[in-house]
């Protein structure tokens, strides 16, 4: 995997040095339950930020960064769509409170115009900078993460700066085409969907349920996979935008326990 991370972050860099200062390159990365978006996504963007900090005379804005810089001063920065489930409270106060939280992860149990706001307003044009600052902090645009040790949304909790160039978002629905997702999707740069076969995503499923105690055992970990997250990845599959580039998932042990 770490060998198709670098040649996906090739393409970024390429894709950020062609583009201008005053503009971000937004990449949305999907895929079904299990297929490894979150790890893929957390080495292309390692690679990516790695790329401009040991390349000479590589730089976002005309300056170097510098090999010592921290996570503020990285030139990429992963977004992942968890961020946008909603509350416990807010599945508490729907119609049926029980589906809600038996289906949470599906579509429906996450804020799509909240997310489709945040995309817009990564796409609006700003003054480039080549390091963050005091000032410059209060311009950042927040996204939320997900707390699951609380299982719920952790409000502003990532902030995107005017000198992050690339903003890439992982999740199961970056890129669906029905309001008001398609708002986000429409704004996104690069379409980026990982292929994975049904039972090698069921496989990954299920090992990884047990492992993490989402399911006490095997038979809520097989019931959890059949009833939620498969529908899920089917329904991503029959409402999603075209991708620009299919990449297939590539085996990894981290996968069956992340």
Known sequence: MEQQARELADILVNRINSTSAT??????????????KSTLAKLVIDQVNATFRNTPGLSAEG???????DADENIAVLIGLDGWHL????????????????????????????????????????????APSAHLKSSAIYAPSFDHALKDPSFNAIPVYPHHRLVLIEGLYPFLNFYPWK????????RWWLEVGDAE?????????????????LAE????????????????????????????SVDDPKLTVL
């Open 63 to 69: 300056e170097p960064i510098p090999a010592d810089s």
């Open 221 to 248: 970990a097989n019931w959890r996979s059949r009833e939620n997250d498969v529908p899920n990845g089917r329904f991503i599959k029959e409402h999603m935008l075209e991708p620009t580039r299919v990449i297939q």
């Open 183 to 190: 708002t986000a999707a429409e704004l996104l740069d690069e």
């Open 87 to 130: 509350t416990r409270a807010q599945l508490d106060a729907m119609p049926d409170p029980q589906r809600a939280h038996d289906r949470r992860g599906a579509h429906w149990t996450f804020d799509g115009e909240g997310f489709a706001k945040y995309v817009q307003a990564l796409r609006e044009p700003h003054l480039p900078s080549s």
């Open 201 to 217: 995503a069921e496989r990954r499923l299920v090992a990884r349920h047990v492992h993490t105690g989402v399911a006490k055992d």
């Open 23 to 36: 503009s971000r390159v937004l990449v949305g990365l999907a895929g079904v339950p299990a297929s490894g």
